[in-house]
T-cell receptor, first 113, second 112 residues
Framework: EADIYQTPRYLVIGTGKKITLECSQT?????MYWYQQDPGMELHLIHY???????EKGDLSSESTVSRIRTEHFPLTLESARPSHTSQYLC????????????FGPGTRLTVT | AQSVAQPEDQVNVAEGNPLTVKCTYS??????LFWYVQYPNRGLQFLLK??????LVKGSYGFEAEFNKSQTSFHLKKPSALVSDSALYFC??????????FGKGTSLLVTP
């Protein structure tokens, strides 16, 4: 098992609430990622970071924001949750070149009612 | 843009039979290709990768994949399927940065 952790694993929350999904890794990786996984299985990149104080938006537009103040920590925040945010969120980090391998956390399944 | 396609939503195979999960790719330059597996309520687990070298790549749990440049394919294979292999399988390609672009996934069902 990779040393990358996500909390909570499951979250049911009402519309309009602010939530933060936590992601931490103990491998010292500079590069970290957030993916959103649709109920129909497909994964889409929503945020990535190449190191401390570096964050970028991914291919899929998302109303969430991220921060990278420490190497090991890459939290994702939704200021005002909506039912359209219901999804599974997967965090990952990757080995440096030349491995390129990504390690995934167990995911957070978010339901917004 | 770097992309992969998985043409099958589901693959069914009997236990003990060989299995193949298909993936084709579209890239500019040399591809960095990956296979991941996802079990229920779990994150993705790395199976194998192709970056350079031998076209036949061996990975975890007895899986292997064959890189075919002329057919732009990277099919996942296993000589003898197990019921415990039933899961979602994702093919992926590294994009121009370092993130992965995933296929839509293939559900593998191995029946006893």
């Amino acid at each position: 098992e990779a040393d990358i952790y996500q909390t909570p694993r499951y979250l049911v929350i009402g519309t309009g609430k602010k939530i933060t999904l936590e992601c931490s890794q103990t491998m010292g990786h500079d590069k970290m990622y957030w993916y959103q996984q649709d109920p129909g299985m497909e994964l889409h990149l929503i945020h990535y970071s190449y190191g401390v104080n570096s964050t970028e938006k991914g291919d899929l537009s998302s109303e969430s924001t991220v921060s990278r103040i420490r190497t090991e920590h890459f939290p994702l925040t939704l200021e005002s949750a909506r039912p359209s945010h219901t999804s599974q969120y997967l965090c990952a980090s990757s080995d440096p070149i030349p491995s390129h391998e990504q390690y995934f956390g167990p995911g957070t399944r978010l339901t917004v009612t | 843009a770097q992309s992969v396609a998985q043409p099958e939503d589901q693959v069914n195979v009997a236990e003990g039979n060989p299995l193949t999960v298909k993936c084709t790719y579209s890239v500019s330059g040399n591809p960095y290709l990956f296979w991941y597996v996802q079990y229920p309520n779990r994150g993705l687990q790395f199976l194998l990768k192709y970056i350079t070298g031998d076209n036949l790549v061996k990975g975890s749990y007895g899986f292997e994949a064959e890189f075919n440049k002329s057919q732009t394919s990277f099919h996942l294979k296993k000589p003898s399927a197990l019921v415990s292999d039933s899961a979602l399988y994702f093919c992926a390609v590294r994009d121009s940065g370092y993130a992965l672009n995933f296929g839509k996934g293939t559900s593998l069902l191995v029946t006893p």
